[in-house]
């Protein structure tokens, strides 16, 4: 109808038609362009929403998730503890030195949850957090995560096998009332007077704890991550309580 008219005007030598006619035609495009800018730019804040809350998600679950495994580091490091204590004849206060001699050479991973993370990334849903504070965050924590990674391969790398030093004094034996289950007798005192052995835990133990620290520098940064997350969507960070559950089975079962 538009273009008729203007045809119409152009014949008839109407140049004032044809410059309404004009000014209405570029007006209809402009407005169509914004209208589609406008709705190009409310679809990317709903995918920057449903980012953050799938990041928010993501990072409570890390918060549980670094909770629980630096409390199981810490029962495995109780352990050590306790082997080394008899190695050197002294009272073990807390933890199963048998095990301890077993788990010594390991060092236990913290691999974070990361599934939306990576879905967000591979999409590119990711791009569209404009907050310089959530993507710092971000940034930091994804950061320490590969070093904490790097870090433990070069850990593993350069500790000795205590397991196969210690071997020639173990013992395994079969435990009946428990099906699949052992028992692992230890000749401390021969265990001990090895000096090679008992050098290669000490300087394992130090290293142990070193790594320690590591996982509590994670869990830091998650905490971090979870707070920016929720500031941006007025909400709270609220892991769940995977730690407490663990303890109350633990508890449950050794009574």
């Known amino acids: 109808m538009i273009l008729a008219r203007l045809t119409r005007a152009i014949r008839e030598q109407n140049w004032f038609a044809v410059g309404i006619e004009f000014v209405i035609v570029i007006l209809g495009v402009v407005i169509g362009f914004q209208i589609t800018a406008w709705n190009a730019a409310r679809a990317e804040r709903l995918t920057e929403r449903r980012a953050l809350e799938l990041l928010l998600g993501e990072a409570q679950n890390n918060v549980a998730y670094s909770e629980l495994i630096i409390y199981r580091a810490g029962r495995l490091q109780a352990d050590r503890e306790a082997a080394a204590a008899r190695l050197a004849g002294d009272t073990?206060?807390?933890?199963?030195?048998?095990?301890?001699?077993?788990?010594?050479?390991?060092?236990?991973?913290?691999?974070?949850?990361?599934?939306?993370?990576?879905?967000?990334?591979?999409?590119?849903?990711?791009?569209?957090?404009?907050?310089?504070?959530?993507?710092?965050?971000?940034?930091?924590?994804?950061?320490?995560?590969?070093?904490h990674d790097r870090a433990r391969g070069e850990y593993m790398a350069r500790t000795p096998d205590i397991a196969a030093l210690a071997s020639p004094?173990?013992?395994t034996r079969y435990a009946?009332?428990?099906?699949?289950?052992?028992?692992l007798d230890v000749d401390w005192a021969a265990a001990g007077s090895d000096r090679q052995l008992v050098n290669a835990i000490h300087r394992v133990m130090g290293e142990q704890a070193e790594f320690d620290s590591r996982r509590q520098v994670i869990l830091d940064?998650?905490?971090?991550?979870?707070?920016?997350?929720?500031?941006?969507?007025?909400?709270?960070?609220?892991?769940?309580?995977?730690?407490?559950?663990?303890?109350?089975a633990e508890r449950d079962a050794a009574e």
Request: glycine share 8%; aromatic share 6%; with cysteine.
């Open 92 to 147: 073990v206060r807390a933890g199963d030195g048998a095990h301890g001699l077993q788990v010594m050479s390991v060092y236990r991973d913290m691999t974070p949850i990361r599934a939306a993370h990576d879905q967000l990334t591979a999409s590119g849903a990711i791009t569209t957090i404009r907050s310089a504070q959530v993507r710092e965050a971000l940034s930091l924590f994804e950061g320490v995560v590969v070093f």
């Open 169 to 171: 004094y173990l013992t």
């Open 176 to 183: 009946p009332e428990v099906p699949g289950s052992y028992t």
């Open 221 to 248: 940064r998650a905490r971090i991550l979870c707070e920016a997350l929720a500031l941006e969507l007025e909400s709270t960070c609220t892991p769940p309580d995977w730690l407490g559950e663990e303890i109350a």
